[in-house]
C-alpha cells in the first residue's frame, strides 16, 4: 500500500499519517521530519535547507527528491509507506513516476486558511525525537513534555504567524496543482478536516478503504 497525504500545512496530514501507518502498519515518510533532523545534526544537506525551511520556502525539488529517492530504497519501506509532506510541486511528483513508483491512493485533507492559521498557533513539537502536539487538540499528557521521550515541547520556528502565512501561498502556489494532477489519474480522496482528530481519522479510514474498493 503506498500512500500520499496531501493537505496545506497544519491540515493534519502528519498526525493522521502516524495513525494511518499504525494500522496498515507501514512507515510514514515526511520530509519535514528528515529536512528538521538535517538542521539538527547539522548536515550538508541540512546547512542547504535551513535557510528554506526558517522563511517558509520550499527547499528545491532535487534536495528533497534526493532525501526521498534515499529513504525509500530502506528494507522498511518495500511492502508500502505513506508519503507525508512529499510531493509539493508538480515536478516532485513527476520525478516520483520517473522512480517507477506507482502510488496506490492520494488523500487529500482540506482545511481552510483561517482555521490552519488558529490551529497552528497551538501546535507543539518535541525537538529531539519530532513527535507533535497540539496544546488544545492533541494534547501531551503533561502539555510541556513529550509523551515518548519526555524532552521539552517547543514551538516549531516556521509555526510563527507571518512565517505560517507564506507557508499557505506557497501551498496554493505550488502544491495545490498536484490535486488536479492526482484527480486526473483517478487516485485522489478527499477528506474534509474536523476539529477532532479522531473525526478526521475516521473519515480519513473511511476515505482509504473506499478508495482502495474502487
Ligand atoms: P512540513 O513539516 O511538512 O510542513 O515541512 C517543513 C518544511 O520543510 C517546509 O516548509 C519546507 O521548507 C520543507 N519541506 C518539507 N517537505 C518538502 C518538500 N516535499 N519539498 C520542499 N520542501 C519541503
Redesign the pocket.
Known amino acids: 500500500m503506498k500512500m500520499i497525504f496531501l493537505g496545506a ?1 497544519g491540515a493534519g ?2 498526525t493522521q499519517a502516524e495513525i494511518v501507518s499504525e494500522k496498515y502498519k507501514i512507515p510514514t515518510i ?4 528528515i ?2 533532523e538535517a538542521i539538527k545534526n547539522e548536515t550538508e544537506t541540512g546547512l542547504a ?1 535551513k535557510a ?2 526558517d522563511s ?6 532535487d ?2 527528491i534526493g532525501i ?1 529517492k534515499e529513504r525509500l530504497s530502506q528494507p522498511d519501506a518495500q511492502n508500502g509507506f505513506i508519503l ?6 508538480v515536478p ?1 511528483a513527476k520525478a516520483l513516476e520517473d522512480m517507477g513508483i506507482n502510488m496506490d491512493l492520494v488523500v487529500d485533507i482540506e482545511v481552510p486558511d483561517e482555521k490552519i492559521i488558529a490551529r497552528m498557533s497551538g501546535r507543539r513539537a518535541c525537538k529531539k525525537c519530532g513527535a507533535t502536539y497540539h496544546l488544545e487538540y492533541k494534547p501531551s499528557r503533561d502539555g510541556k513534555t513529550c509523551d515518548s521521550c519526555g524532552e521539552e515541547l517547543t514551538v ?1 520556528r ?1 509555526d510563527d504567524p507571518e512565517v505560517v502565512k507564506q ?1 499557505l501561498e ?1 501551498y496554493h502556489e505550488q502544491t495545490e496543482p498536484l490535486i488536479d494532477f492526482y484527480k486526473a489519474l483517478g487516485k485522489l480522496v478527499t477528506v474534509i478536516g474536523q476539529e477532532k482528530v479522531e473525526d478526521t481519522t475516521r473519515l480519513t479510514l473511511e476515505a482509504i478503504e473506499k478508495g482502495i474498493k474502487s
Not at 515526511?30 to 521530519?33: E, N
Not at 517558509?56 to 525539488?61: A, I, Q, R, S, T
Not at 507525508?84 to 510541486?89: A, H, L, S
Request: cysteine-free; charged content about 30%; proline content about 9%.
Open positions: 500545512p496530514k502528519g515526511s520530509t519535514g521530519v529536512i528538521r535547507a528554506y525551511t517558509g520556502k520550499l527547499v528545491p525539488d534536495v528533497v526521498v507525508d509532506g512529499f510531493p509539493r510541486t516532485q516549531r516556521d507557508r506557497v
